[in-house]
């Protein structure tokens, strides 16, 4: 199976300031088709997760644009590029290129 | 408006068995796949299985192959999670999601418990 691996698994962050989260998989996550199916979730505490970002960089409808994806291969990023209050919570990447998809553990993101 | 509402959970012993059912709407439900996702208490999300628009694609995690069948009934708009041989690692909150990950339900709580 893939291993997800994010770092930090905990981000205290300063409200305006920027922040990243790294993930990187144990394998490539380049598909046959030639798409990465490497995706950003945020969960709040007792809500359910929402997609922010599909194949490394597209953000899906209504997320900010403060939020970008980067990446390709095994190494990916996600950035916040001000933190806002509401962004607090749980982010996970995720691959859906291999069977069985993988999520990484999960950084929790917290305001100072 | 795309709803996925999950269902089904409760208290079950352990060794005993449990159906989940996600009843979709707002979209043309048989023209996407979809899979189920669970939180254990405190814990990270774990995908779980996948099934394809027509039923014929379906792939498991190794943490519950040979215990959990995904299905789906397209006239009915509805998926489901038949759960066997329950142990109290499958206490979770249990996800139905659609494609890939567009769109959740809010969960169900399932409890394996004596």
């Known amino acids: 199976d893939v291993v997800m691996t994010q770092s930090p698994l905990s981000l205290p962050v300063t409200l305006g300031q920027p922040a990243s989260i790294s993930c990187t998989s144990s394998q490539s996550l380049v598909h046959s088709d030639g798409n990465t199916y490497l995706r950003w979730f945020h969960q709040r505490p007792g809500q359910a997760p929402r997609r922010l970002i599909y194949k490394i960089s597209n953000r899906d409808s209504g997320v900010p644009d403060r939020f970008s994806g980067s990446g390709s291969g095994t190494d990916f990023t996600l950035k916040i590029g001000r933190v806002e209050a509401e962004d607090v919570g749980v982010y996970y990447c995720?691959?859906?290129?291999?069977?069985?998809?993988?999520f990484g553990q999960g950084t929790k993101v917290e305001i100072k | 408006e795309v709803q996925l509402v999950e269902s089904g959970g409760g208290l079950v012993q352990p060794g005993g068995s449990l159906r989940l059912s996600c009843a979709a709407s707002g979209f043309a439900f048989r023209t996407y796949g979809f899979n189920w996702v669970r939180q254990a208490p405190g814990k990270g999300l774990e995908w779980l299985s996948y099934i394809g628009t027509s039923g014929s694609s379906i792939y498991y995690a190794d943490s519950v192959k040979g215990r959990f069948t995904i299905s789906r009934d397209n006239a009915k708009n509805s998926l489901y999670l038949q759960m066997n041989s329950l142990g109290a690692e499958d206490t979770a909150v249990y996800y139905c999601a659609r494609g890939g990950g567009a769109h959740w339900g809010q969960g169900t709580l399932v409890t394996v418990s004596s």
């Open positions: 995720m691959q859906g290129t291999h069977w069985p998809w993988t």
